[in-house]
């Protein structure tokens, strides 16, 4: 055992101190990381350095001699069922050396849970390729709803994206066929939620400002055309990002999300419509871990795309992906 160096990469910029050292080395405890960062045996660029401290590409970070086993175990691909990849390739939208953009169907979990035998997650090695890490999800869009998935192709990536999510630096555009038309047309919905129950049966909803569970919630809400006053298209941007935040707006607004199972009730059940959710997470703008802004479009799902033609909607052509600046390209 002797004193390493150790310098940050690229693709580590951003990052942690102590996220860095649970990728490199998962044996090492958050307690004993601490005592190595208080008695200054952990540097960086030579300075005594703390868990929070964040890293920047060709920073020199001094490791101290550590018990074995310490190294990190190699991430091993899994042997994807060859169905299960293709499946997942032809949701690509966008992939370039950071980042990969998914169209999620409505009705596939983006992560497991009881009950769950096939999801998003799940089917990540067959986007692996050549590339040494597995990809990994910076988010998630609910069971029922449609459109873009965010994807990091290595933990550093995942970092910097998670921190842009909670930066408030993502512009997340969602559409949805409501049943009504809400007035007025447009506005912000400030409606703080609360959660009730607990697992799978769990539900958000509105709650007072006075209450110890409420967590604010806010999204922008546009009408983007209407048929009469039976349904209504809205584009909707949330603000904050809360589990159902969506869903459980649009029914505050007295216009709930057609075919919304769990917050519409029967309200949300029209006959001659299908009776699936109407919520698709239509666009992402975010900052491209390597410079610059990238812009995804995803097309609407079969079941919305025949509601839309039904209602005299046009949803118009679907935009191509738009890097504005930095450099690199698809691959």
Known sequence: MSVTTRIVSEDEADMRLD???????????QGALQKLCRTGQVRLDGKRATGASRLAPGQSLRIPPLPAPMAAQ??????????????IQRMVLYRDDQVIVLDKPSGLPTQGGPGITKHIDMMLDGLRGDYTDRPRLVHRIDRDTSGLLLVARTPGVAAKLAAAFRGRDVEKTYWAIVVGRPMP?????????AKLGAGNGALMIAATRDDED????????????AAGKRLSWLALKPLTGRTHQLRVHCE?????????????????????????LHLHARAL???????????????????????FKDLGF??????????????????
């Open 19 to 29: 996220r860095w050292f649970r990728r490199h080395y998962p044996d090492l405890t």
């Open 74 to 87: 190699p991430d091993r691909p899994v042997q994807l069922d060859p169905q299960l990849a293709r499946e």
């Open 185 to 193: 047309g447009s506005g912000v919905i400030d409606q703080p939620l």
């Open 214 to 225: 409420a967590v604010v919630a806010k999204t922008d809400y546009e009408v983007v055309d």
């Open 252 to 276: 505050t607004l007295g216009t709930p999300i057609l075919g919304d199972p769990k917050y519409g009730g029967k309200a949300a059940h029209l006959e001659g419509f299908t009776d699936r």
């Open 285 to 307: 703008d975010f900052p491209h871990p390597a410079g610059g802004r990238l812009r995804v479009a995803a097309p609407l799902p079969p079941h919305m795309r025949h509601t």
């Open 314 to 331: 046009t949803a118009g052509e679907t935009p191509r992906p738009e890097r504005i600046g930095g450099k690199g390209g698809r691959k």
